[in-house]
């Protein structure tokens, strides 16, 4: 099923069979080589748990499902493109975000995706190769398995190689995916080799073999980050992308570094609020709305003041994330100030309980959704965990491969400001905090997020573009309220992101009389017709090591307790 969402036609996983929809909540205590795995695909989640059992950690498992993901779920992440990885190891409470971004090629520069009169050239920061940034996921893998995994990286690649190899099975999903960008794989001869038949999105239970990613990633697991960065796959990286108009060098590729930052906290009450930093904005958009709503008796509220309340925090922290934020190697983003409960409390003086706050806007048509991109959720029975949101950006990101290695390449080059106050695919706009510079990560929203309260400890996370800060602090709440994983990522949703200036909202996510509330109180409403993400999530009792996990119902995941 198609949906039209603004300037986008936007494929919606709405329409698939409820018999796709796995959705599996468990309660298992733990034994040795147990553990709670969420992830959009079962063949990933079986990965994750195959490795658990073969003596991995939950750093080891998270290399494997995102090394198969990137090969079952080519439209969401992959090799080509980037993410976050979440990371707490127990044995010292270690906790650490591990920044796989994508960086902007050396040639790049702010003009890169407008014409001679300063207009945004349409699709060039989304399809082709000169959209595609330096991929970060291959060092992630290498940096993840090296620094915090027990197992040898090409034992943890074994199950991906092997999908690779034998092929997966083609589901709704991938179809509605292909369907959505099934010119832009045409245009490319590798592209449409892979992954269409012929030139048509191939039939569900059709086999998608990958032989040359599956070369590359036995590449990867023998040589480690120069078996990707430096040699022949870099060079046959380079030489396609340069081919059909991309302006990568080899140099871009051997100066791709991973980044170890600081995760931003923050607190809702007594539970402890861990989530992406910079590049990213989603922790602190999190902490900036945790800290608005944390002294607000939001269970004792009418649903229309909740809701109200809700959507004036969005707007703010939406507001600050288009102001400050980028990449902070490049741009002084005010952390500090912008996650303090100080400055939240001073925002929270600007709300009013019977109208919507005036912050000054300019109108954009509403944004598209979609769920890929990806998200899984990791906790081993020794108290590691791992929240990893990865991503390509679009569906099957720039739509291209480069010949022979089997690489889709990302389009994260759309998450810049191609110019400032022009949104991006997402409606997203921004300026120049977030403006293309040479070896700059773009901005993201992807909000891996840990949360920890007295009794239970959540891992949680989505994509959705600029509607993940807002399901993660939907699942949050969802999380201070006592519910557990089943309960976060099946509720209706609803968003507010600043620009374009309307709440958006899942079908059923908010009854008539509400919105006639809301309406009330100055919000304008937009009922979208479809719904959006697809979180993964997994949660433990501390006191009796208990797990649950759940799988969002809109998608085609497997959350497994073993
Ligand atoms: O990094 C970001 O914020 C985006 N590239 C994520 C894209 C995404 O989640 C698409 N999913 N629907």
């Not at 298992?28 to 695909?41: E, L």
């Not at 906790?379 to 991503?391: E, F, I, K, P």
Request: glycine residues 12%; hydrophobic residues 45%; charged residues 20%.
């Amino acid at each position: 099923m198609v949906v039209s969402m603004g300037r986008r036609r936007w494929p919606s996983p709405s329409g698939l069979g409820p018999g796709l929809l796995l959705l599996l909540a468990l309660a298992v205590p733990a034994a040795h080589g147990a553990g709670a795995i969420a992830s959009a695909r079962p063949e990933a989640t079986r990965a994750g748990h195959a490795i658990l059992a073969a003596g991995g950690n939950a750093f080891d498992a998270a290399v494997a499902v995102a090394a198969t993901l990137a090969v079952v779920e080519p439209f969401g992440s992959g090799l080509g493109g980037g993410g976050f990885f979440l990371l707490h190891r127990q044995q010292d409470g270690h906790q650490v975000m591990v920044d796989g971004r994508e960086t902007a090629p050396a040639a790049a520069h702010p003009d890169l995706y407008v014409d001679a009169d300063g207009e945004v050239v349409p699709g060039a920061s989304v399809d082709g190769p000169l959209a595609a940034g330096i991929p970060g996921l291959p060092a992630a893998l290498v940096h993840l398995s090296e620094g915090y995994g027990r197992l040898p990286l090409a034992r943890v690649l074994e199950p991906a190689i092997q999908w690779a190899e034998e092929g997966f099975e083609v589901s709704a999903h991938y179809r509605a995916m292909a369907t959505f960008r099934k010119d832009v794989l045409n245009d490319y001869a590798a592209s449409a080799a892979i992954f269409l038949d012929a030139g048509e999105v191939p039939g569900e239970g059709a086999l998608i073999r990958q032989p040359d990613l599956a070369a590359t990633l036995r590449r990867l697991g023998a040589e480690g980050r120069g078996g990707f960065y430096d040699g022949e796959v870099a060079a046959a990286l380079v030489d396609a992308v340069v081919d059909h108009g991309g302006i990568w060098s080899a140099a871009d590729l051997a100066a791709y570094r991973v980044r170890e930052r600081a995760p931003v906290v923050s607190r809702l009450g007594d539970i402890r609020v861990v989530s992406a930093s910079p590049p990213s904005s989603g922790g602190v958009a999190l902490a900036t709305m945790v800290h608005m709503l944390e002294d607000l008796p939001l269970g004792d509220l009418s649903e229309a003041d909740a809701v109200h309340y809700m959507v004036e925090a969005m707007r703010f922290a939406y507001r600050d994330r288009a102001v400050y934020l980028g990449d902070p190697d490049y741009t002084a983003v005010p952390v500090a100030r912008l996650t303090s409960p100080a400055y939240a409390h001073r925002l929270v003086r600007q709300i009013s309980p019977g109208q919507r706050a005036h912050i000054p806007t300019p109108d954009f048509p509403p944004q598209p959704a979609g769920t890929h991109t990806t998200h899984f959720s990791i906790m081993d029975d020794a108290g590691n965990r791992v929240a990893a949101t990865l991503s390509i950006n679009y569906p099957f990101g720039s739509g291209f491969v480069a010949a022979g290695t089997g690489v889709l390449l990302n389009d994260e080059m759309d998450d810049f400001v191609a110019k400032p106050g022009v949104p991006n695919v997402y409606g997203l706009v921004g300026g120049r905090a977030n403006a293309v510079e040479p070896g700059k990560r773009p901005l993201s929203s992807m909000s891996p997020t840990f949360v920890e309260g007295p009794d239970r400890i959540g891992v949680l996370g989505t994509p959705g573009g600029s509607r993940i800060i807002t399901m993660v602090l939907l699942g949050a709440l969802d999380f201070a309220r006592g519910n557990g994983p089943a309960s976060w990522v099946a509720r209706p949703r609803f968003h507010h992101q600043f620009l374009p200036d309307v709440v958006q909202f899942e079908p059923g996510a908010i009854a008539p009389d509400v919105q006639r509330e809301l309406e009330a109180r100055g919000h304008r409403l937009q009922a979208l017709d479809s719904t959006y993400g697809n979180m993964q999530a997994v949660m433990r009792e501390r006191r009796s090591g208990r797990f649950s996990a759940a799988s969002d119902p809109r998608g085609e995941g497997l959350a497994e307790v073993r």
